[in-house]
Every structure is written in structure tokens, then in C-alpha cells.
């Protein structure tokens, strides 16, 4: 397979307008973008070819309320670090879509998976996690390449989002994922439109 100048271009532009989306449109995302997710996921790199993701498509509207409220306290609690004007921002900050995102996924890590026979993680236990968040990367690139936004929540805590959705020992939780059509689209990060954090043009060094 040789690629081409335009679909680096493509690749580039679908780059610049990946955004983390936290604004949804409640209408549902058809299978078939379903499948391409899936797909995506499918196609990830990870440590061993270990596949260490696991997925579980919340539906229930009694899980998702158990897990917006655990937002909610967990936030409460993250605010406390900041004070004066700073808390002021931060809780004007919106940091999650769940209320509306119709597509949601709690994606899970598996800790000492049989798969991979453990190839590649004996220095770098985290790479297991590194390969969860490069599978979740690759969803988030195949959202936004059918016109859907992901939003990644990580102001949780895992043990408790673990229990609330039981899922078997050695499932830990890497991230809740929102996913739907976007409200509206942006070249440019929430948290550096809304004057919390810029971006730097690059954090590369060369020694
Ligand atoms: C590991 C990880 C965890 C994140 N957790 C949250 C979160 O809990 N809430 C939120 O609003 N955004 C979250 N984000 C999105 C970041 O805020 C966002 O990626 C960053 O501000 C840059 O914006 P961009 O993704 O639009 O480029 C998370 C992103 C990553 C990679």
C-alpha cells in the first residue's frame, strides 16, 4: 500500500480538527460508524500483541447516572486544589458530555493478560496502559473521520467506576469515552479557547 500526498493532507486536517468534544447532539450514531470504531480499536498496536483493551458500551441510563454522579463528586474534590480566580475558571470549565453523548464507553485495561505471553512489558509494566490509550486514539481518529466527536473523561475514580459497572478482577478502568455528533467544530482545544491552558507549538528537543 502506498500512500499519497493527499492523504497526508487528509490525515493532517482530520489531526487538526480532532478535537476532545464535550458539546453533543443527542441523536444516535449509526452501526455502521459503530462497526468502524470497533474496527479502529481493533487495529491498535499494543505491547506483545497483547490487546489489553476491553470495551463496555454503557446503555443503561441507571449506569450512566451512577457514573455522572461519581463525576460530579470527583470533580467537587479536583476543585479543591485551586483557589480565587483559578477556581473560578475551572468550575466554569465544561469537562464532560455525558449527559447527552449518546454513544458511551468505559474502556478497561486488563492488568496481566495471557495474551502477549507477557512479550515486551517486563521493564515497562505501563505499556499495557500505553497500548490501551494508543487503541483509544485510534477510535477517537475514527470518530472524527465520520464527522463524530470524542470526549475522554478521566475525573473518576477508578475503583469506583469499576464497581458500578463489575467487571471481572484485573479490569482496571483507563477512561470513559463520549461519543456523538458534535454541537460544533473547532481547530483549536476547549482549554486553550477558554484561557486555561495554550497550546505550545512543540515540546520536541534535540540533543
Ligand atoms: C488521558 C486524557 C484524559 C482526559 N480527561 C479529560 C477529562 O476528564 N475531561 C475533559 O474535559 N477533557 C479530558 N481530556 C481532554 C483534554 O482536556 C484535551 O485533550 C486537551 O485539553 C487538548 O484538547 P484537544 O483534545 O481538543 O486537542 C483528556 C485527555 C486525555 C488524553
Known sequence: MQFTDSDLDRLMLLLEWRRD???????????QALRHLERAMALAPSVGNSRPWRVVRVQSAELRQAAQAEFRRCNADAATLYHGERLRHYDRLKLEGMETAPLQLAVFSLEDPETGH?????????????STAMAIFSIWLAARAQNLGVGMVSILDPNRIEAILQR???WRFAAWLCIGHPTFDDDTPLLHREGWQENDESDWEIL
Not at 521493564?123 to 500505553?130: A, D, E, F, I, K
Open 118 to 130: 507477557g512479550l515486551g512489558r517486563q521493564t515497562m509494566p505501563q505499556t499495557l496502559l500505553q
Open 21 to 31: 468534544v464535550r458539546h453533543f447532539r443527542p441523536d444516535p450514531i449509526p452501526d
Open 168 to 170: 471481572p478482577a484485573g
